[in-house]
């Protein structure tokens, strides 16, 4: 009876719970108007395809309904997730729900409530009751929500059509490029929309982009959250550095650099912002993006190095021109023979207007920027040839190859002439930055400002290249190829049983592993150069947390790579346990140097430039990695010290605690001479000497008698263990003279040989020879 009432209970707060949750707020209203705005955006885009044939669609309103499509998957499925999130509190509930009830209806039908107190048996009713009556509520809340999911998924449907349609149409398009797809010029343009039927058709495409843009920018992703606080962040960066370049010009030494790119903070700050629209946002809709290039149009002009526009002339000018011609075609694109008739006027006029730069040189290039003159005319009149090939496409009828070059060249062109701007804006705010007295002051700028400004300068110079050539290969209609071809070589590679390797793993591994150690070297390399100032850390911590450093970088980046390649922890298992069984058996002494190397790092024993001794071999340590030390010797040789070896033997390190060291020079006199003369002579002589430290004071005393001199020695301090030997070295030659100016001799070594007369050796071999004789 007891667990009768407490599953009672438990079931009358869930019937609660279901109940409370009815009657919050219905997910399905919030995520029908969601929906509803999706499907308007949808009806829209088929409506306009409904009305215009997308095979005569230029190719930018096709790539921008493209983007259009994959936008409104990409709301379906946040959409879904959202759905999923809403809708499963009322699937779970109902499902609870049911099986209490079956439960109930088990336990009736098992006779346990027979005989239950009338109070009881009531109890239990009204709770069958409250169940029923929250099952049939979640069933009809249940009911909606699989309607709104059913026309989710028709909906989704409806959207892969669109984009496979549109797809296709592109896919034409580029088949289109090498073969006729209109009439030759003379024999006519054909018929053509109407001028109310084009403004129609315009207007339409217009506010579909309109409709896209609005959704586009109601959607807050985390690349449009990201780029509004770049925005916002960077214009008071530029204006702050300018201001500050402007106060303190004496201490930035490259403010004459700086002023260029930084005297205009507005232009900087919306080239650089308009960039990191098409970086940020590189699915935005088409309208967003071109304005956003329509804005860079001053800026642009504005930031160009007044020595870079003398060299380049009026090439500057022509370009944006010829770019906002291009863009004024948009107005046209929906009637076809005008809008051939208007690419065949952009390409006879910028067809022109090269030949004509090209023929008139700059006649005030600037010496420094020949190469960049002869870049120009190089691309120059390589577009030539490309332009008279897309006239003569036009006349003959292959309309979409005259369409593809031309725009092509006159998007690269300009795109081009916006990234150097850039570089030279980014540049500008790199030596602003690095000209900071609170930066310039710091040692990694004092001793490698210039290699970390042309390495900047190069770092920005390959992106700004890299950006362009994606741009051009796009605005020619090859990047999509190109990248469904690296899509298959990529894919390309063997299974081994649970492990798959591609082409694309081990080029993710190798890349992450080469951004890994480059990154630790600059990280190790900060540190060695920064730490030093912090007086407060101990002995030695600099070296360590930067070897630590550099080696977690690379342990960090090793996991990433991994990662990045497609390897999973369960299918290292096997490589773990092989590495288990080499330290097992061989690698004793490689973990045993690795785990020395870790206590050397903690423990600080020694650190770069102290002078040791141990296993035989003495020098200044150069470098303390984790398997092994090196250490310079004094003859100039390096050696290779396992730290397996250091911990384990006597370690002597002559300046761990400070750079001093006593030395020893041993003195004879010859017998005769006064040893406290000779003592106070050695104290003074040494206290005279430039080097040798007062506290502790030299010490001269008298060693023992030698067989030919009186043996002293002398103990002197120098605070310099680096010069000790030639201090040494001056010492013995200021003794010696010292001991001549007060006749003190130093004796040398005598033998003194006793030889007989010539009779006694005469006697002497007399008698050796004497019993020879006789026998």
Not at 258 to 264: E, G, I
Not at 353 to 361: A, C, E, K, N
Not at 440 to 451: D, T
Not at 583 to 590: A, K, R, S
């Amino acid at each position: 009876m007891s667990d009768i009432l407490s599953r009672a209970a438990e079931d009358q707060q869930r019937a609660e719970r279901a109940s409370r949750l009815l009657a919050s707020t219905d997910p399905v209203v919030r995520l029908a108007r969601q929906l509803d705005e999706i499907a308007r955006s949808v009806d829209s885009k088929l409506d306009a395809e409904g009305t215009a044939n997308l095979h005569a669609l230029p190719i930018r309103r096709l790539e921008s309904l493209s983007r259009h499509w994959s936008f409104d998957a990409e709301r379906v499925a946040r959409w879904e997730a959202q759905a999923r999130r809403d809708f499963t509190p009322y699937a779970d509930s109902a499902l609870q729900l049911a099986q209490r009830r079956q439960a109930w209806s088990a336990t009736r039908a098992s006779g346990l409530l027979d005989g239950l107190p009338a109070v009881m048996s009531q109890r239990v009713d009204a709770i069958l009751a409250q169940i029923d009556s929250a099952e049939a509520e979640l069933g009809t809340a249940l009911t909606r929500q699989f309607a709104l999911t059913q026309r989710a998924g028709e909906l989704k449907a409806r959207i892969e059509a669109g984009a496979s349609a549109s797809q296709a149409a592109m896919e034409e398009i580029d088949r289109r490029l090498l073969r006729i797809d209109s009439p030759p010029i003379w024999r006519g343009l054909g018929a053509g929309l109407g001028a109310g039927e084009a403004r129609e058709a315009m207007e339409r495409g217009l506010d579909v982009e309109s409709r896209f843009a609005v959704d586009y920018n109601a959607a807050n992703t985390a690349n449009q959250q990201a780029l509004r606080a770049l925005q916002v962040l960077l214009l008071p960066l530029i204006v702050w550095l300018n201001y500050r370049s402007r106060q303190s010009p004496a201490e930035a030494p490259s403010a004459g650099h700086v002023a260029p790119a930084l005297r205009r903070p507005i232009s900087s700050w919306l080239l650089l912002s308009m960039l990191a629209v098409l970086l940020l946002e590189p699915d935005a809709p088409q309208l967003v993006q071109e304005f956003a290039l329509l804005i860079a149009l001053v800026p642009v002009l504005r930031l160009l190095p007044a020595a870079a526009l003398s060299a380049l002339g009026a090439w500057p000018y022509v370009a944006i021109a010829i770019y906002v011609l291009d863009r004024l075609g948009v107005a046209v694109v929906a009637d076809a023979p005008i809008y051939r008739l208007f690419v065949l006027a952009q390409t006879l006029l910028t067809l022109g207007l090269t030949v004509w730069l090209l023929r008139h040189p700059v006649a005030n290039a600037a010496a420094p920027r020949n190469g960049l003159v002869r870049a120009l005319k190089a691309v120059g009149w390589l577009a030539v040839p490309l332009l008279a090939v897309s006239a003569l496409a036009n006349v003959a009828g292959n309309v979409s190859l005259a369409e593809m070059l031309t725009s092509g060249l006159t998007d690269s062109g300009y795109m081009a002439l916006v990234l150097y701007a850039a570089v030279v804006a980014g540049m500008g705010i790199v030596r602003a930055l690095l000209g900071q007295p609170e930066i310039a002051r710091r040692r990694l700028l004092q001793e490698h400002g210039m290699l970390l400004l042309s390495a900047c300068k190069r770092v920005l110079v390959l992106a700004a290249s890299l950006g362009w050539l994606l741009y051009a290969l796009g605005s020619f209609r090859v990047l999509q190829p190109l990248q469904n071809l690296g899509a298959m070589v990529l894919k390309l590679g063997v299974d081994v049983g649970e492990i798959s390797i591609d082409v694309g793993d081990v080029l993710a591994f190798a890349v992450s592993v080469w951004l890994a150690y480059w990154v630790a070297r600059a990280v190790r390399r900060l540190l060695h150069d920064e730490l030093p100032r912090y007086s407060h850390l101990p002995r030695g911590a600099g070296n360590s947390i930067a070897t630590l450093s550099y080696y977690g970088v690379l342990l960090l980046g090793l996991l990433v790579a991994l990662s990045a390649a497609g390897l999973k922890l369960n299918q290292l298992t096997l490589m773990v346990g092989a590495l288990g069984v080499g330290v097992g058996f061989g690698l004793q002494n490689v973990v045993n140097n690795f785990v020395s190397g870790l206590v050397l790092m903690f423990e600080r024993p020694i650190q770069p430039g102290d002078m040791v001794e141990t296993g035989g071999v003495g020098g200044t340590v150069r470098a303390i990695g984790l398997r092994a030390t090196t250490i310079r010797t004094y003859d100039g040789a390096d050696v290779v010290v396992p730290n397996g070896l250091l911990l384990s033997s006597n370690l002597t390190n002559w300046t761990m605690f400070d750079r001093s060291r006593r030395f020893e020079i041993a003195v004879g006199v010859a017998y005769g001479s006064d040893p406290a003369k000779v003592l106070q002579l050695l104290e003074c002589t040494a206290r005279a000497t430039p080097g040798i430290a007062g506290n502790p004071a030299p010490s001269a005393q008298l060693a023992g008698y030698g067989d030919n001199a009186l043996n002293f020695v002398l103990r002197a301090w120098t605070l310099n263990i680096d010069n000790w030997g030639a201090l040494r070295s001056e010492l013995l030659a200021r003794i010696l003279a010292a001991l001549q100016a007060e006749g003190i001799a130093i004796p040398y070594p005598q033998l003194d040989l006793h030889l007989p007369d010539d009779e006694g050796l005469r006697r002497r071999e007399s008698a050796r020879d004497g019993p020879q004789g006789a026998a």
